[in-house]
């Protein structure tokens, strides 16, 4: 891939675990890895807060952050070409803004403000459903890699650039990619009246697989490719599974960050152990 990898971080453990994630992919990819803090001086301009230079502590303590992460970073990959920056602003807005000139945006599942409990902060859930590039969500405490990635393929055209990501993926890591395709009867096919051969309908919606990913597969003759068929919810179909990233498209169209996201993405978000890649099509980012 090379290009600009960004990553976020707020001194949170989400965020530290988001920064080594990214150094790893800077490393399979040969690209550059930009460090970067929103620094938001709103909360703090209110005349509840006197004025006893409380700008000079959050630079301070917005550089401390990612004086740590750059130094995590050449820890862990010393090869990775980083360095870091502190950026006024929102940090959805901050990263958003990052993301056009970025390949790919990583950022942990929640932040330092966030809700005792929560699984996904309000910065991820409108980064991930807004930004320009491919953004993967990374929780405190992933999982041990099983070498495996699972992609849900589905019968539009606009899953392509998610299908690509998670070849490319699966290519630099050595890994199995998992095509999942889940299916679900509608609740009139229970009818008495209505018969239907259910190995036929299977085969049916293993075509979708097939025909969805034929061209990626002469692409990368070298990835080992697992087709998985489920009748379920596409959210346990994708979750499931042990997998090292799970790749999903994201078909939401909306004013507001949250709903760009789509319903399978937000699930898989929720419940996913894993870090998992959001991959929207050019014409659905950015609002």
């Given amino acids: 891939m090379a290009g600009l990898i960004v990553a976020g971080a707020d001194g949170s453990a989400p965020g530290a675990a988001a920064v080594d994630w990214a150094a790893d992919d800077a490393a399979r990819t040969g690209a550059e890895l930009l460090i970067v803090h929103g620094l938001d001086r709103q909360p703090y301009s209110s005349t509840r807060f006197p004025d006893f230079g409380q700008g000079n502590y959050l630079l301070m303590g917005a550089a401390k952050v990612l004086e740590a992460a750059e130094a995590a970073v050449r820890a862990r990959q010393p090869s990775v070409r980083v360095r870091a920056e502190i950026v006024e602003g929102t940090p959805a807005a901050v990263l958003q803004d990052q993301a056009r000139r970025a390949d790919e945006v990583v950022i942990g599942n929640r932040g330092m403000g966030g809700f005792a409990g929560a699984l996904l902060g309000s910065v991820t859930m409108q980064v991930a459903g807004q930004a320009r590039c491919p953004v993967v969500v990374v929780r405190a405490e992933p999982p ?121 993405s937000r699930g898989v978000l929720h419940h996913a152990q894993c870090p998992v890649a959001v991959v929207r099509p050019p014409e659905h980012r950015d609002g």
Avoid: M
């Fill in 144 to 264: 041990e890699p099983v070498g495996e990635i699972g992609i849900g393929i589905d019968d539009s055209g606009t899953c392509e650039p998610a299908i690509g990501y998670a070849f490319e993926q699966a290519r630099l890591r050595g890994a199995t990619l998992r095509l999942i395709h889940a299916w679900q009867l509608p609740v009139h096919a229970f009818a008495p009246e209505i018969s239907f051969d259910l190995d036929e309908v299977r085969a049916g919606q293993r075509e979708v697989i097939q025909s969805r990913t034929v061209g990626w597969r002469e692409r990368y003759p070298d990835v080992n490719v697992v087709e998985d068929v489920q009748s379920a919810h596409p959210v346990e179909a994708l979750t499931g599974v042990p997998s090292d990233l799970i790749v999903v498209g994201s078909h939401g169209r909306g004013a507001f960050g949250a709903l760009l996201l789509g319903s399978v």
